[in-house]
């Protein structure tokens, strides 16, 4: 099992940039799919973008060309940068590590991103 926590959320104007983190710690980081998800007020919890153990990636259709999903395995983190920002992208912004093997789940804690002039 790995355990998870964000960090990088924050304020931003439209057009801006943030870029989120998300260290794990414990065993087989790198046997995880890793995952990004969001839940904007009133709104469903939604995938914006993943990065398997064989670092294939693959984006929501709203950030597509915007966000960039990347991990160091060494440093067992995953980032999430965010270009273009757009008051559409706040919402709390979720970590999520899928086991391959095991196919067990694990979250973390969320962090807060906010576009607004």
């Known amino acids: 099992q790995v355990q998870l926590v964000e960090s990088g959320g924050g304020l931003v104007q439209p057009g801006g940039s943030l870029r989120l983190s998300c260290a794990a710690s414990?065993?087989?980081?790198?046997?995880?799919?890793m995952r990004w998800y969001r839940q904007a007020p009133g709104k469903e919890r939604e995938l914006v973008a993943a990065i398997t153990s064989a670092f294939s990636a693959n984006y929501a259709d709203s950030v597509k060309g915007r966000f960039t999903i990347s991990k160091d395995n060494g440093k067992k983190t995953v980032y999430l940068q965010m270009n273009s920002l757009e008051p559409e992208d706040t919402a709390i912004y979720y970590c999520n590590a899928l086991n391959e093997i095991t196919s067990f789940i694990n979250w973390g804690q969320g962090t807060q991103v906010t576009v607004s002039s």
């Open positions: 414990g065993r087989g980081f790198d046997l995880n799919t």
